[in-house]
T-cell receptor, first 116, second 114 residues
Framework: EAGVAQSPRYKIIEKRQSVAFWCNPI?????LYWYQQILGQGPKLLIQ????????DSQLPKDRFSAERLKGVDSTLKIQPAKLEDSAVYLC??????????????FGPGTRLTVL | AQKVTQAQTEISVVEKEDVTLDCVYE???????LFWYKQPPSGELVFLIR??????QNEISGRYSWNFQKSTSSFNFTITASQVVDSAVYFC???????????FGAGTTVTVRA
């Protein structure tokens, strides 16, 4: 079974530029998550989708970050404009979702963003 | 609020030594799930184990074992006879069953020297 796919793996941009990350979850997984992991810290949830609807985006800086999952499968996370403090690894995860007991999250390899 | 504390920032051992990683959690939920993930230098978070709050049985999987003590709110992880490939950052995490929010500890970096 294929795991969570993410691209690109690395991205270097200058501040005030825009950037987009792509995620393809495990087939059949209804729930998709985007996390931000700053160096030396644990991942922090940015946004959670259930199919193509947003479940939780309370930690997403909406003035510059946006995310979508239009067809309930792939997702895109965008930052516009980027700031220096956005330098981090952006992790995508997916889970079956729904009933309790089907909520183990499986993570992709992440995208390492460096903002200069 | 829920919180996960991994007090050990870094642990360095020589190959074949045992290493125990501590995890202490706080939650008011009666139903919750605990996880351990491994993050090797490649960056991907690899799922290791999931334990629900009603199951306090300890678990062993190869060289890995986990000790869940509800009375002390701890879920510790031991690697027996460590190997260089065990070098990674290990995260303990707590998931609430009502909204499936996963809270991670800060991680423990394990370095196994040959």
């Amino acid at each position: 079974e294929a795991g969570v796919a993410q691209s690109p793996r690395y991205k270097i941009i200058e501040k005030r530029q825009s950037v987009a990350f792509w995620c393809n979850p495990i087939s059949g997984h209804a729930t998709l998550y985007w996390y931000q992991q700053i160096l030396g810290q644990g991942p922090k949830l940015l946004i959670q989708f259930q199919n193509n609807g947003v479940v939780d985006d309370s930690q997403l800086p909406k003035d510059r970050f946006s995310a979508e999952r239009l067809k309930g499968v792939d997702s895109t996370l965008k930052i516009q404009p980027a700031k220096l403090e956005d330098s981090a690894v952006y992790l995508c995860a997916s889970s079956l979702g729904g009933l309790a007991g089907r909520d183990t999250q499986y993570f992709g390899p992440g995208t390492r963003l460096t903002v200069l | 609020a829920q919180k996960v504390t991994q007090a050990q920032t870094e642990i360095s051992v020589v190959e074949k030594e045992d290493v125990t990683l501590d995890c202490v959690y706080e939650t008011r939920d009666t139903t919750y799930y605990l996880f351990w993930y491994k993050q090797p230098p490649s960056g991907e978070l690899v799922f290791l184990i999931r334990r629900n709050s009603f199951d306090e049985q300890n678990e062993i999987s190869g060289r890995y074992s986990w000790n869940f003590q509800k009375s002390t709110s701890s879920f510790n992880f031991t690697i027996t006879a460590s190997q260089v490939v065990d070098s990674a950052v290990y995260f303990c995490a707590l998931l609430r069953s009502n909204d499936y929010k996963l809270s991670f500890g800060a991680g423990t970096t394990v370095t196994v020297r040959a």
